[in-house]
């Protein structure tokens, strides 16, 4: 995180931060050496219009290695164009977190739908 030494359009004289707020201190996690708010995954998913609203992240150990798969749905149609949605998702998740995952892409509509706060960030880790 990084301070701005431009000024807030609205006057106000505090000063920001490059990138703004990207989530609450309780929800970031970190993963192979960065901090990574799911906020940031979430942006990026919902970014793409070939890809479904519902996604999932798991975070697991494999070795000493933390792995970090995402999991997402393709709109009906989309399957041809599979390859280039997923260099499209890897590299912007790389330009916005920094990290690489493990793409798994899901029939439309498989993935849990949520009706309340989701729970679509699993760190397992702590439970091996």
Do not use: M
């Not at 359009?9 to 931060?17: A, D, H, S, Y």
């Not at 708010?37 to 000493?64: C, M, N, T």
């Amino acid at each position: 995180c990084e301070w701005s030494p431009d000024e807030c359009e609205c006057g106000r004289t505090f000063r920001l931060l490059k990138g703004g707020v990207v989530g609450r201190a309780d929800d970031i996690t970190k993963v192979k050496g960065v901090l990574l708010a799911p906020s940031s995954i979430e942006e990026v998913v919902r970014s793409i219009p070939e890809l479904g609203d519902e996604y999932e992240v798991i975070v697991a150990k494999k070795g000493d290695i933390d792995d970090i798969t995402l999991k997402v749905e393709l709109v009906p149609g989309q399957e041809n164009n599979a390859d280039a949605i997923k260099n499209k998702l890897v590299d912007q998740l790389r330009v916005k977190t920094g990290l690489g995952y493990n793409l798994e892409f899901h029939q439309y509509g498989s993935l849990p739908r949520y009706d309340v706060k989701a729970k679509r960030f699993k760190d397992l880790r702590h439970k091996e």
